[in-house]
Antibody, heavy 117, light 108 residues
Framework: QVQLVQSGAEVREPGSSVKVSCKASGGTFSSYTISWVRQAPGQGLEWMGR????????DYAQKYQGRVTITADKSTSTAYMELGSLRCEDTAVYYC??????????WGKGTMVTVSS | DIQMTQSPPTLSASVGDRVTITCRAS??????LAWYQQKPGKAPKLLIY???SLESGVPSRFSGSGSGTEFTLTISSLQPDDFATYYCQQYNSYSGFTFGPGTKVDIK
């Protein structure tokens, strides 16, 4: 049974960056595609990008191009999402999720990122 | 970009009711549509994929239908555990994943 365990809540000041981790267990990490989805308080779901570790392919949503970096460490089965130039509007829960045939079938529990001065 | 809309935004229903939620895409997405359920403070849960395929472990009272631009999620007999927000989602190779705005199902 695949599980995705995310890092803990973060608080950052505007202009800084945050890096969230997502560790996979119970499967073959390098064969997965891992997506990152965020949800601002009281709002809907927004896809940010994804990584296919076995192919070293990374796709970003146009909205986040240049501000987000998604990486993966195959040796530790961990994916990372780093968001820079943080603004208050980036306050959200950030989820990682495994992609299966263009759907997201396994999700992490989410990481709350608060951006505040 | 493909835009997704859902209706209604909020739906008030009683236990035992048949509930239908509609999702529309701004252009044809064939059957590449999924439905998720999300409860407060929890991650979304995949219910339906490829428009009508039930994810393993999901109760059979959930069903999906549609193709092209119009899709529906039906709960045949609403249970107390089903009060939640439901999102549709499409994928295309150009813009990635796009979610609908959500439909909140609450108690009447």
């Amino acid at each position: 049974q695949v599980q995705l365990v995310q890092s803990g809540a973060e608080v950052r000041e505007p202009g800084s960056s945050v890096k969230v981790s997502c560790k996979a267990s119970g499967g073959t990490f390098s064969s997965y595609t891992i997506s990152w989805v965020r949800q601002a308080p009281g709002q809907g779901l927004e896809w940010m990008g994804r990584i296919i570790p076995i192919l070293d392919i990374i796709d970003y949503a146009q909205k986040y191009q240049g501000r987000v970096t998604i990486t993966a460490d195959k040796s530790t089965s961990t994916a990372y999402m780093e968001l820079g130039s943080l603004r208050c509007e980036d306050t959200a829960v950030y989820y990682c999720a495994r992609e299966k045939s263009y759907y997201l079938d396994v999700w992490g529990k989410g990481t709350m990122v608060t951006v505040s001065s | 970009d493909i835009q997704m809309t859902q209706s209604p935004p909020t739906l008030s229903a009683s236990v035992g009711d048949r509930v239908t939620i509609t999702c529309r895409a701004s252009q044809s997405i064939s059957s590449w549509l999924a439905w998720y359920q999300q409860k407060p403070g929890k991650a979304p849960k995949l219910l339906i994929y490829k428009a009508s395929s039930l994810e393993s472990g999901v109760p059979s009272r959930f069903s999906g239908s549609g193709s092209g631009t119009e899709f529906t999620l039906t709960i045949s007999s609403l249970q107390p555990d089903d009060f939640a927000t439901y999102y549709c989602q499409q994928y295309n190779s150009y813009s990635g994943f796009t979610f609908g705005p959500g439909t909140k199902v609450d108690i009447k």
